[in-house]
T-cell receptor, first 115, second 109 residues
């Protein structure tokens, strides 16, 4: 149980394109979802925390107008990278949790390459 | 802010060897997660523990809350265990994880 599906797994697109990444909890309701970014050979870095039905909480230094997060249901959160540029190229991964002090279940990640 | 230190950073082992990865953190926590990240990037949650010891198959995780230290052990290691193992404590009543830099394990046949 506790499967999280993330789609797409890989995106290659031109600079200026907006890219939407979906994160779905398939067999449980996730009150909270997290979006992380990971650059090569570095640790996961939390970008934002997404609660169903409310605005996402962004970490310091993460532009909320550039990284739009929508958490419309207990099973789906989306991250949209607006007007992506080469410096946005990275590995983006989501996780979902049933609640505080509960395990986080991770998607398989999205590798984003902006040309 | 919780400072998380993992050791070793890199580990190469022969198939069958017993593996230990250590994690120390600086601030009191409610729980600690051990994660496994495969070369393709996907992450699997191995354990979440707040005290004592947990075992799943060949994997064992222990934690000493007083000493702010946790270990992950792999018995009878196998090449398919090759991955990056990440220690990630979470604060009291908090969802948020603080990630260690990971231990890259390579198990050679």
């Amino acid at each position: 149980g506790a499967v999280v599906s993330q789609h797409p797994s890989r995106v290659i697109c031109k600079s200026g394109t907006s890219v939407k990444i979906e994160c779905r909890s398939l067999d449980f309701q996730a009150t909270t979802m997290f979006w992380y970014r990971q650059f090569p050979k570095q640790s996961l870095m939390l970008m934002a925390t997404s609660n169903e039905g409310s605005k996402a909480t962004y970490e310091q230094g993460v532009e909320k107008d550039k990284f739009l997060i929508n958490h419309a249901s207990l099973t789906l959160s989306t991250l949209t990278v607006t007007s992506a540029h080469p410096e946005d190229s990275s590995f983006y991964i989501c996780s979902a949790s049933r609640g505080p002090n509960q395990p986080q279940h991770f998607g398989d990640g999205t590798r984003l390459s902006i040309l | 802010k919780n400072e998380v230190e993992q050791s070793p950073q890199n580990l190469t082992a022969q198939e069958g060897e017993f593996i230990t990865i250590n994690c120390s953190y600086s601030v009191g926590i409610s729980a600690l997660h051990w994660l496994q990240q495969h070369p393709g990037g996907g992450i699997v949650s191995l354990f979440m523990l707040s005290s004592g010891k947990k075992k799943h198959g060949r994997l064992i995780a222990t934690i000493n809350i007083q000493e702010k230290h946790s270990s992950l052990h792999i018995t009878a290691s196998h090449p398919r265990d090759s991955a990056v193992y990440i220690c990630a404590p979470s604060g009291a009543g908090s969802y948020q994880l603080t990630f260690g830099k990971g231990t890259k394990l390579s198990v050679i046949p």
